[in-house]
Nanobody
Framework: QVQLEESGGGLVQPGGSLKLSCAAN?????LGWFRQAPGKEREFVAS???????NYADSVKGRFTISRGNTKNTIYLQLSSLKPEDTAIYFC??????????????WGQGTQVTVSS
């Protein structure tokens, strides 16, 4: 059982930046991020495989960057050029796969990102 814990969310002005962190206590072939805005479905944001292949949703390409820490158990999401529509709860996810219900096998508790002036 992989456990995930996110941190780094907060309030930021449009155009600003935040860096989210996710610590995992076990191995996953792929780790990544989803987000859910109020009244909307949870959506894929970004992923990174154990071989460091990355993937991004079209809505965040060029603005967000996913990366690994010094160990395979930590990933980051750098959010830049933030827009109000990026406001959501961001969830770290483990073992991302299109073959898994919901897109991932494991989920963190979420961290709130609010983009507002």
């Amino acid at each position: 059982q992989v456990q995930l814990e996110e941190s780094g969310g907060g309030l930021v002005q449009p155009g600003g930046s935040l860096k989210l962190s996710c610590a995992a206590n076990g191995f996953s072939y792929a780790l990544g991020w989803f987000r859910q805005a109020p009244g909307k479905e949870r959506e894929f944001v970004a992923s990174i495989s154990w071989k460091d292949v990355t993937n991004y949703a079209d809505s965040v390409k060029g603005r967000f960057t996913i990366s690994r820490g010094n160990t395979k158990n930590t990933i980051y999401l750098q959010l830049s050029s933030l827009k109000p529509e990026d406001t959501a709860i961001y969830f770290c996810a483990g073992d991302l796969s299109p073959h898994v219900d919901g897109g991932a096998a494991y989920w963190g508790q979420g961290t709130q990102v609010t983009v507002s002036s």
